[in-house]
């Protein structure tokens, strides 16, 4: 009788110790595979480096960024995956009890070579191997490795503004405003039935405005963080190597220190510099890159925390609150008579779904059309507050389109209507010459110091781009080469960009 106890929970614990092996095997697989369709439904088609820059900058912000999103994830990625494994594995052991029943009864065959362990051993290994294939392929990890081979482009073009200003008293102050994943595209009725973007492209009263139809999307710019860095110093946003000892495995304490950017140049001609987010202001390494370029004043998620606000979207910071702050710093800048660049970035429109605004009224609805016309007309109010307070005189106004939207609501429809572009718009008190109508993220940076007032020592060119104002651009142009060959350049391995992102110049 004892020796039958023991051999029955020694047999027994040997089959629930192989069973919970082939368990977590298939458990890690399904959270590979649930990862990879995450990845997809709320960040689009990422790239490795997307992915790289927000590890070598700490994960720190992504605790407190989105709620919602993180228990997505978790719902999604860390316990369906239990359920997923463990009808997996019961499903696999019926599978094997069947086809043992047909070939030893039906066909009097023995399955000698063909067991219920090897049977799972093959479906799950099988099945890791797909996911890692899905989620590489997700985050572009091909892609990634096709960088290490060298290219001289960056180092050769990469040029930092030469700039003056005959009177200080000319240049204008800055509004720069980045809405979160703002097409063109918005404004074709086929897209959601209507025009989103009509008040925002309404024209101001007694203002010059410009905008440049083909403002596509290059490498290293199609995430938000890589969209400021690419608009403001002209280049590409690009990790170190993985496999660079220097800097890998601790957060970096510096953000692209050899490069000068907007914020450098703004702040060497007396401007202060602001920015005014709704996220975390250290996610990704915002923080660090800002204050290293020349921003004094900086406000995220934590700083409206601490100034009562009691409601806020997965992100941080509604749009409509973001704007109205935005109107009180302006208020306070200009009653003290010193030149600024506020710089804003809006969240509502988010993907995948987006963020209703409790501030919206009723016609801006709850869907995401709703949402990007609600974040639209917040905007498009605080330029109408500007103008009727006599601000635009003296004030250049700047809205940018972050990036090209990912997936979402709209997504499909929005690559129906053929190329997509990026949402900009610059409202100037003076007119502005503009030479041409393609233009990649990093030539915003020298437009922008020229519709601002600076004029150029040479070629009117900063970072990586060239301005799209102005007569004195010279022979370089980025725009020159298509965007697949421009990208195909960017996105080698550059030992001049590594120089500039640790400071080593």
């Known amino acids: 009788m004892i020796n039958d106890a023991?051999?029955?929970?020694?047999?027994?614990?040997?089959?629930?110790?192989?069973?919970?092996?082939?368990?977590?095997?298939?458990?890690?697989?399904?959270?590979?595979?649930?990862?990879?369709?995450?990845?997809?439904?709320?960040?689009?088609?990422?790239?490795?480096?997307?992915?790289?820059?927000?590890?070598?900058?700490?994960?720190?912000?992504?605790?407190?960024?989105?709620?919602?999103?993180?228990?997505?994830?978790?719902?999604?990625?860390?316990?369906?995956?239990?359920?997923?494994?463990?009808?997996?594995?019961?499903?696999?052991?019926?599978?094997?009890?069947?086809?043992?029943?047909?070939?030893?009864?039906?066909?009097?065959?023995?399955?000698?070579?063909?067991?219920?362990?090897?049977?799972?051993?093959?479906?799950?290994?099988?099945?890791?191997?797909?996911?890692?294939?899905?989620?590489?392929?997700?985050?572009?990890?091909?892609?990634?490795?096709?960088?290490?081979?060298?290219?001289?482009?960056?180092?050769?073009?990469?040029v930092v503004p030469s700039v003056d200003v005959t009177?200080?008293?000319?240049?204008?102050?800055?509004?720069?405003?980045?809405?979160?994943?703002?097409?063109?595209?918005?404004?074709?009725?086929?897209?959601?039935?209507?025009?989103?973007?009509?008040?925002?492209?309404?024209?101001?009263?007694?203002?010059?405005?410009?905008?440049?139809?083909?403002?596509?999307q290059a490498y290293g710019t199609g995430w938000t963080i890589a969209a400021l860095v690419s608009t403001q110093c002209g280049l590409p946003l690009k990790p170190l190597t993985m496999f660079d000892g220097n800097s890998q495995g601790e957060n970096l304490k510096k953000f692209l220190p050899g490069a000068v950017c907007l914020g450098d140049v703004l702040s060497k001609f007396g401007y202060t510099n602001i920015f005014f987010h709704g996220a975390p202001i250290h996610f990704a390494g915002t923080d660090i890159f800002l204050t290293g370029h020349g921003y004094s004043q900086l406000a995220g998620k934590e700083k409206w925390l601490e100034a009562g606000y009691d409601k806020f979207n997965g992100w941080g910071l509604y749009d409509s609150d973001l704007f109205y702050e935005a109107r009180k710093k302006i208020d306070e800048m200009e009653h003290k008579k010193k030149r600024y660049n506020l710089t804003l970035m809006t969240i509502n429109t988010h993907p995948p779904r987006g963020f209703v605004d409790p501030n919206c009224t009723e016609d801006d609805g709850k869907n995401y059309a709703g949402i990007v016309q609600c974040t639209v007309?917040?905007?498009?109010?605080?330029?109408?507050?500007?103008?009727?307070?006599?601000?635009?005189?003296?004030?250049?106004?700047?809205?940018?389109?972050?990036?090209?939207?990912?997936?979402?609501?709209?997504?499909d429809k929005l690559n129906l209507i053929g190329s997509r572009t990026i949402y900009n718009k610059f409202i100037s008190p003076d007119p502005l010459y503009k030479n041409t109508d393609l233009m990649y993220e990093f030539s915003m940076y020298p437009t922008i110091l020229s519709a601002l007032g600076f004029s150029y020592k040479g070629e009117a060119r900063g970072g990586l781009g060239a301005s799209g104002f102005g007569v004195n651009v010279g022979l370089y142009r980025p725009e020159i080469m298509s965007i697949d060959e421009l990208d195909s350049k960017l996105i080698k391995n550059s030992e001049f960009y590594k120089k500039l992102f640790l400071g080593r110049l």
């Open 167 to 216: 009177d200080k008293k000319e240049l204008h102050n800055l509004v720069l405003i980045y809405i979160e994943s703002l097409e063109n595209g918005y404004s074709d009725p086929r897209v959601a039935g209507k025009d989103l973007l009509l008040n925002l492209n309404k024209k101001v009263l007694g203002y010059n405005s410009y905008s440049f139809a083909r403002y596509e």
């Open 6 to 158: 023991v051999y029955f929970v020694k047999n027994n614990l040997k089959i629930n110790r192989i069973f919970g092996i082939r368990f977590w095997v298939f458990y890690v697989a399904y959270v590979i595979l649930r990862t990879s369709w995450w990845i997809g439904r709320f960040f689009g088609s990422p790239t490795f480096e997307q992915v790289l820059v927000q590890f070598q900058f700490g994960v720190a912000g992504l605790v407190g960024t989105d709620f919602e999103v993180l228990w997505n994830y978790v719902k999604h990625c860390l316990l369906l995956p239990l359920i997923f494994a463990a009808i997996t594995v019961g499903f696999l052991r019926v599978l094997y009890a069947i086809c043992k029943t047909i070939f030893e009864r039906v066909f009097k065959v023995r399955l000698i070579f063909f067991s219920e362990k090897r049977l799972c051993n093959a479906v799950s290994i099988l099945l890791f191997l797909i996911s890692c294939a899905l989620l590489f392929n997700r985050i572009h990890l091909w892609d990634y490795f096709l960088g290490f081979e060298s290219g001289s482009f960056i180092e050769k073009n990469y």
């Open 377 to 411: 007309n917040s905007a498009a109010n605080l330029i109408e507050y500007m103008r009727l307070s006599g601000y635009l005189k003296h004030t250049l106004v700047v809205v940018l389109g972050d990036h090209l939207a990912m997936e979402g609501p709209l997504y």
